[in-house]
């Protein structure tokens, strides 16, 4: 299994100065470009578990100053991790992280005969704005909600990007990667909606008894298209 972690950061930019391990001031923006914004409630709260915000010197390597955090840090949905600054091809973004399908058996050597993709957004989308009902499946999307609203018609302003996985051909393998449209994919499993339909998975629940809730989207595939 392959685990693309993200959300766990947003940019802190300003002439206010930022105090080691304290909040993004006031007068300071979040994100960066066209979603470039005012400083809100997930820059400046402490997150739970620790976290917080760092000027550019703290960095010793790239000088970014940003928030981090281990749970709720950006839970606007608006960060660097869902803008279109993820690898395209293109020499103004990184190049994607490259890893083959894994492999199964007592020696390491047997192929899986499937795929899934898999996205806990729902499972989010409940916990930080009760968008989503993860005992109905309601109002759950694949795409989060940021923590921008509309007024007319009121709501929240979905994310301005989401990451998926695409396939490629690297001297003979095919290789996985997570990003945007990669010039020379192979195939992107049609872009966000690779990650399916939200589905019901069962939970135990206290004084015993299960539960269906509905808290994240995934689709199997049939066959393992990218065999290692």
């Given amino acids: 299994m392959f685990s693309g972690e993200i959300g766990h950061f947003d940019y802190c930019i300003g002439s206010n100065p930022i105090t080691p391990n304290g909040i993004c001031p006031s007068g300071n923006n979040e994100a960066?470009?066209?979603?470039?914004?005012?400083?809100?409630?997930?820059?400046?709260?402490?997150?739970?578990?620790?976290?917080?915000?760092?000027?550019?010197?703290?960095?010793?390597?790239?000088?970014?100053?940003?928030?981090?955090?281990?749970?709720?840090?950006?839970?606007?949905?608006?960060?660097?991790?869902?803008?279109?600054?993820?690898?395209?091809?293109?020499?103004?973004?990184?190049?994607?992280?490259?890893?083959?399908?894994?492999?199964?058996?007592?020696?390491?050597?047997?192929?899986?005969?499937?795929?899934?993709?898999?996205?806990?957004?729902?499972?989010?989308?409940?916990?930080?704005?009760?968008?989503?009902?993860?005992?109905?499946?309601?109002?759950?999307?694949?795409i989060p909600p940021t923590d921008d609203q509309t007024k007319n018609p009121p709501g929240f302003v979905p994310a301005a990007f989401y990451p998926f996985y695409s396939n490629r051909n690297v001297g003979g393998q095919c290789v996985w990667q997570l990003g945007n449209h990669i010039q020379g994919n192979t195939n992107d499993f049609g872009g966000n909606p690779q990650y399916g339909t939200v589905f019901p998975e069962p939970e135990t629940i206290t004084g015993g008894g299960v539960v269906n809730v509905f808290i994240a989207f995934r689709q199997i595939l049939s066959t393992n298209p990218c065999r290692a």
């Avoid at 470039?36 to 100053?65: F, R």
């Fill in 32 to 142: 960066i470009g066209a979603s470039s914004e005012p400083s809100d409630a997930d820059d400046m709260t402490k997150t739970p578990g620790g976290g917080g915000c760092y000027p550019a010197s703290s960095s010793t390597l790239v000088q970014v100053p940003g928030c981090i955090g281990p749970i709720f840090q950006n839970s606007g949905f608006d960060g660097g991790s869902y803008l279109p600054i993820w690898p395209d091809g293109t020499r103004m973004h990184p190049k994607p992280v490259e890893f083959s399908s894994p492999l199964t058996g007592s020696g390491y050597d047997v192929q899986y005969s499937r795929v899934a993709f898999e996205t806990t957004t729902p499972l989010n989308e409940a916990q930080i704005f009760g968008t989503c009902n993860i005992v109905s499946g309601a109002g759950c999307t694949i």
